[in-house]
C-alpha cells in the first residue's frame, strides 16, 4: 500500500515537474541471488520471473493509478537485485527525485538495520521523497494486512 501512495505521488512530481518517470520494481529469485552458485539457473526460468515482475509493476499501476498514464513519458523496469541497490541504479543523477514508499516500521527492521528508504537516502546523489503509506494502511494490523493484501492480489479472499 506504501508502495502505491509512492507511485502516485511520483506521477504528481512527473507533472508538476514536467518529467518523465521511471517506475522501477526490483526482484530477487527465489532463494536470493546466489541461487545459481551450486547449479546455473536456466535462462528460460529467470525469463520467466523476470516477466513476472513487470506484470506485478503493471499490476501496481492499475491498482495505483487505473493504469499507466498517457499524459507522461514512463518507463516501467524490472531489475534483477536487491531494492536499494536497484533504485540508486536507476537515480543516479542529482538531479533525479527518488521517490519511495517508507513501508512499517516493524521490530525486525528496528533490530537489524535500517529500511530501504533510509538505506537510499543515506547513500543517494539526488534528492529522496519517502511517502509514508496512507493513514488506513498505518492502521490495520499486520496479520489483517497481509491477509487483505494476499486477498488483493489473489482475487479470492483469505481463508
Do not use: K
Not at 512527473?14 to 517506475?23: C, F
Not at 551450486?38 to 499490476?59: G, M
Amino acid at each position: 500500500m506504501g508502495s502505491l501512495a509512492a507511485l502516485r505521488r511520483g506521477v504528481a512530481e512527473a507533472r508538476s515537474r514536467d518529467v518523465g518517470l521511471i517506475a522501477v520494481l526490483a526482484w530477487m529469485p527465489p532463494g536470493g541471488n546466489g541461487m545459481g552458485r551450486r547449479a546455473p539457473c536456466p535462462p528460460v526460468l529467470l525469463a520467466e520471473w523476470q516477466r513476472a515482475a513487470l506484470h506485478r509493476l503493471r499490476t501496481a499501476w492499475d491498482d495505483a493509478m487505473g493504469g499507466v498514464p498517457s499524459d507522461l513519458n514512463v518507463r516501467l523496469l524490472a531489475i534483477r537485485g536487491p531494492v536499494g541497490e536497484a533504485l540508486l541504479g536507476v537515480a543516479d543523477r542529482g538531479s533525479d527525485l527518488l521517490v519511495i514508499g517508507a513501508g512499517r516500521r516493524t521490530v525486525v527492521r528496528r533490530v537489524f538495520g535500517r529500511s530501504v528508504a533510509g538505506h537510499c537516502a543515506m547513500r543517494a546523489e539526488c534528492d529522496v521523497l519517502v511517502v509514508p503509506p496512507p493513514a488506513m494502511a498505518r492502521q490495520i494490523r499486520p496479520r489483517a494486512r497481509r491477509r487483505l493484501v494476499r486477498e488483493l492480489i489473489t482475487g479470492q479472499p483469505a481463508r
